[in-house]
C-alpha cells in the first residue's frame, strides 16, 4: 500500500483541500481516487505501469486523479494548463501515455489528439462511482514522470519511484516541522516538485490543509492570508516580486494590516529559481520573515536547505537535508577542496530512477560511483552552500575567467533605477564568451555609460557586462524562471 494514501485514514474528517470556493475532506479525497483508480482500470487487475497523462486544473480533481492514477498501478504524468499545445504534444507523445485523462476546459486544445487510436481518452467529469478492488502496489515501483524545463536540450522525463517521493516528502515534513494543523496556499502549477511535492504532498502526508489559487493575483493573495487561516507559503521569486511591487502601491492601512497577518505565519519558502537579496530583504521588511531558501531539482527533490530554526543567510542554500549526501567536484568528478567552486553531486534514497527511455542520458547524470551530477555550481564557505549558477547557462567562460551570472545580477539589481535583470554569456571569438546584461528600468531616464562606471566601483573589470539590452519583461518559463537560452537567442539576433 502506498503510505501517502494509507496515512489519509487517519486523517479522514479533516480537511485536506480547498479549491473553487470548496471545502474537501480526506474522506472524500480516498472515495473519488478509489473511483478513479478503478475506472482507469476498466476491468483490469493492474496498470503496470502505464502512463496516465492528466489535464485538469490545480485542487481537488488534480489530487484525485493522481491518487487513482497510483492506486490502479499506473505511472502519472501531470501536463502543464499553461504550456502551448507542442509541449502538450511532447509530453504525450515521449511518456507514451496510453489515456489521458482531462478536464472539459481544456477539450478544445486538446481535440488535435482525438484522432490518435492508440489514447484512451477520459473526461474527468464522466469518472462514475463504479464498484471494484485495486492492487496491491509497491513502493519501488514507478509513480511519477515530471519533465525538465529543457534549458540544456529537449525536456527529458524524470521517473520517480514511490520510494523516492516518500522520502522526498518525510525529509520536508521533519526538517520544515509540518503538521495537521498547517494551512499551505498553493499557487504553483502541479507538474512541477515545487508545488507538487513540497506543497502538496507534504500538506496531505501531515493532515494538513492545502489551498489552491487557479490564477495568482497578488490582491487576492494577500485578502486570503488576511483570513487567519494560512500560515504556510511557498513560492518562486518573481511571486515574491510582485507581492512587494502590490503591497507598495496599497494604502498605509492595509500594509499594516497585511504585515500584521504575515507576521503569524509559521513558514515562509522561496525556490525553483535563485532568491535575489534585494528580494528577500524587502519581503522581510513586509512581512518580518526571512525566507527559508533551498536548493533541489526535478531528479532529487529538495536536497539542500536553509533550516527551520537557526540563522538564514542571504544568498546561501544551506546545508544537506537529513539521509542527503553532497559532495562538490571539479574535473573528472574530483572532490574539490573548501571554498573552491565545484558541481553540486547529490546521493540518497531521494534521488529519482531514470530518465524515461534514455539510458544514455541517465547514464552520463551519474558518476561511475553513483553521485548524480546536478549541473549546478556551488561553493561551501561559511558552513552553508551558495549557488554560483547552473553550468551550462549561468557559468561564464570570458578570456580564461569562470564568472557567476548570478553574482553580477545581484549587483546590477542594487541600482536604484533598475528593477529586474539577467546576464548570459554570448559566443565571441576573441574571449569564448562575452557578458551581456538585459535590463527592465523603472524609466527611460538611463545612462549605460553612467552604469559602467558605477559598476567600476562595485567589480572587477573582467565581471563588468559588455553588452546590453533594455527589455519591457524577462523571458521565463511558466515557474518564473528566467529562460537563458532564449536571452542569448536575443543577443545573438542583435
Excluded at 491518487?67 to 502551448?84: D, F, N, Q, S, T
Aim: hydrophobic share 35%; proline share 5%.
Amino acid at each position: 500500500m502506498i503510505e501517502l494514501i494509507e496515512r489519509a485514514s487517519a486523517f479522514r474528517e479533516r480537511t485536506a483541500i480547498k479549491s473553487n470556493f470548496q471545502t474537501y475532506t480526506y474522506n472524500q479525497l480516498l472515495k473519488v481516487s478509489e473511483h478513479v483508480g478503478i475506472n482507469l482500470l476498466n476491468g483490469k487487475k493492474d496498470l503496470n505501469g502505464d502512463r496516465i497523462a492528466f489535464l485538469v486544473p490545480p485542487g481537488f480533481g488534480h489530487a484525485c486523479i493522481q491518487w487513482g492514477i497510483w492506486r490502479a498501478g499506473g505511472i502519472a504524468v501531470p501536463l502543464c494548463e499553461k504550456h502551448p499545445l507542442p509541449s502538450i504534444n511532447y509530453v504525450i507523445d515521449d511518456s507514451e501515455a496510453s489515456t489521458i485523462v482531462y478536464s472539459k476546459e481544456f477539450e478544445t486544445l486538446l481535440t488535435p489528439f482525438f484522432d490518435m487510436p492508440e489514447i484512451h481518452f477520459v473526461p474527468s467529469e464522466e469518472i462514475g462511482d463504479q464498484q471494484g478492488s485495486l492492487p496491491d502496489i509497491q513502493m519501488e515501483r514507478s509513480a511519477l514522470i515530471l519533465y525538465t524545463s529543457g534549458t540544456s536540450g529537449s525536456p527529458k522525463g524524470v521517473v520517480t519511484t514511490h520510494n523516492n517521493i516518500q522520502n522526498q516528502i518525510t525529509t520536508l515534513t521533519g526538517s520544515w516541522a509540518w503538521s495537521k494543523n498547517d494551512h499551505v496556499l498553493n499557487v504553483l502549477p502541479l507538474h512541477h516538485v515545487h508545488g507538487l511535492i513540497n506543497m502538496l504532498g507534504c500538506a496531505l502526508w501531515s493532515g494538513a490543509c492545502c489551498e489552491f489559487l487557479p490564477e495568482f493575483s497578488a490582491k487576492e493573495v494577500f485578502e486570503i492570508f488576511c483570513k487567519q487561516e494560512v500560515n504556510v507559503f511557498m513560492a518562486v521569486p518573481t511571486i515574491y516580486f510582485k507581492l512587494i511591487a502590490c503591497y507598495n502601491q496599497l494604502p498605509a492601512s492595509e500594509q499594516q494590516n497585511i504585515s500584521k497577518h504575515l507576521q503569524t505565519f509559521r513558514l515562509m519558502v522561496s525556490g525553483s529559481a535563485a532568491l535575489p537579496v534585494s528580494i528577500l530583504e524587502q519581503w522581510e521588511q513586509v512581512s518580518g520573515h526571512t525566507l527559508l531558501e533551498r536548493y533541489g531539482m526535478t531528479e532529487t527533490g529538495m536536497a539542500i536547505s536553509n533550516p527551520y530554526h537557526g540563522e538564514r543567510k542571504p544568498g546561501y542554500i544551506g546545508q544537506p537535508l537529513p539521509g542527503v549526501e553532497i559532495r562538490l567536484a571539479g574535473e573528472n568528478n574530483v572532490v574539490i577542496a573548501e571554498g573552491l567552486p565545484g558541481e553540486i553531486q547529490i546521493k540518497g534514497a531521494n534521488v529519482f530512477k531514470e530518465y524515461w527511455n534514455k539510458p544514455k542520458e541517465t547514464s552520463h547524470a551519474f558518476t561511475s560511483d553513483g553521485w548524480f551530477k546536478s549541473g549546478d555550481i556551488a561553493v561551501f564557505e561559511d558552513g552553508s552552500y551558495k549557488i554560483l549558477g547552473r553550468s551550462s547557462v549561468d557559468i561564464i567562460k570570458s578570456g580564461g575567467y569562470k564568472i557567476s551570472a548570478l553574482e553580477i545580477e545581484e549587483i546590477l539589481r542594487t541600482h536604484p533605477k533598475i528593477n529586474d535583470c539577467s546576464v548570459v554569456g554570448i559566443p565571441d571569438d576573441e574571449w569564448g564568451e562575452v557578458i551581456g546584461a538585459s535590463l527592465i528600468l523603472e524609466s527611460n531616464d538611463f545612462d549605460i555609460e553612467q552604469l559602467k562606471e558605477w559598476l567600476k566601483e562595485r567589480l572587477p573589470g573582467y565581471k563588468i557586462p559588455r553588452r546590453y539590452i533594455v527589455q519591457d519583461e524577462l523571458p521565463k518559463n511558466v515557474m518564473g524562471k528566467v529562460t537563458k537560452n532564449e536571452l542569448k537567442k536575443i543577443f545573438i539576433k542583435g
